[in-house]
């Protein structure tokens, strides 16, 4: 109990502190991810036309995922120095795999006979994509832009340890103190983050799925 009012009183007593870190976590969080979503899309798609080299490129991002995340950050620092540069680059590099590797097996995942119709309807392979493809696949790509973002918001606790901002910078502030309250005052938030934009983007999964999948 004494834990919990000291972190109540750490909420009230900062809770300038707590805002200023969430909406930095955030920041970091969704630029990332923005970014890595922007890489990703295209690479999966171009990688389902290009099947050969579809699985070493695959490979290198997971290989990216086995580093842990406070060791590639801390690669970051001589080449980009300190604060939200390195932090945003790594905490794109950890959200490619799980948007690369749902891009590409979504797309394979259609049916072939709905693509063999669109070629019968005459559509270019571009129609095909955005018509056909892109629309069937869409909850297997939101699933896997779910699973980055979640894992992001986690992993962007650890910017803290380069300058980056974020709620890490109280938790490394109470570890350094000893003091749980704050360790608190920035795990409580984080992970309510997550659990909230996972809810957001699965509800937005649950709509952009056609209705004869949903069935």
């Known amino acids: 109990?004494?834990?919990?009012?000291?972190?109540?009183?750490?909420?009230?007593?900062?809770?300038?502190?707590?805002?200023?870190?969430?909406?930095?976590?955030?920041?970091?969080?969704f630029v990332s991810v923005a970014i890595a979503t922007c890489i990703a899309v295209p690479l999966g798609i171009i990688l389902t036309r290009k099947q050969r080299?579809?699985?070493?490129?695959?490979?290198?991002?997971?290989?990216?995922?086995?580093?842990?995340?406070?060791?590639?950050?801390?690669?970051?620092?001589?080449?980009?120095?300190?604060?939200?540069?390195?932090?945003i680059i790594a905490l794109t590099i950890y959200s490619l795999l799980p948007i690369l590797r749902n891009t590409y097996t979504g797309i394979l995942g259609v049916d072939r006979s709905a693509v063999e119709?669109?070629?019968?309807?005459?559509?270019?392979?571009?129609?095909?994509?955005?018509?056909?493809?892109?629309?069937?696949?869409?909850?297997?790509?939101?699933?896997?832009?779910?699973?980055?973002?979640?894992?992001?918001?986690?992993?962007?606790?650890?910017?803290?340890?380069?300058?980056?901002?974020?709620?890490?910078?109280?938790?490394?502030?109470?570890?350094q103190m000893m003091r749980n309250d704050l360790v608190l005052a920035g795990a409580i938030p984080a992970a309510l983050l997550a659990i909230f934009f996972d809810l957001i983007l699965r509800w937005v999964e649950v709509k952009t799925t056609p209705r004869g999948l949903k069935k």
Do not use: C
Not at 60 to 82: E, K, V, Y
Not at 149 to 171: D, H, K, P, Q, R
């Open 117 to 175: 119709a669109g070629k019968g309807m005459g559509m270019t392979n571009f129609q095909i994509l955005y018509i056909v493809e892109l629309p069937l696949s869409l909850p297997i790509i939101m699933a896997g832009i779910r699973t980055a973002t979640v894992l992001t918001i986690g992993v962007a606790s650890l910017a803290a340890f380069i300058g980056a901002g974020g709620l890490g910078e109280l938790m490394f502030r109470g570890l």
């Open 53 to 87: 080299i579809a699985e070493p490129i695959i490979g290198i991002t997971g290989l990216f995922q086995t580093i842990p995340s406070l060791a590639l950050l801390a690669f970051m620092l001589p080449i980009f120095g300190i604060g939200v540069t390195p932090a």
């Open 1 to 29: 109990m004494s834990v919990i009012q000291a972190f109540l009183d750490v909420l009230i007593e900062r809770w300038d502190a707590i805002l200023t870190g969430t909406l930095e976590h955030l920041y970091l969080s």
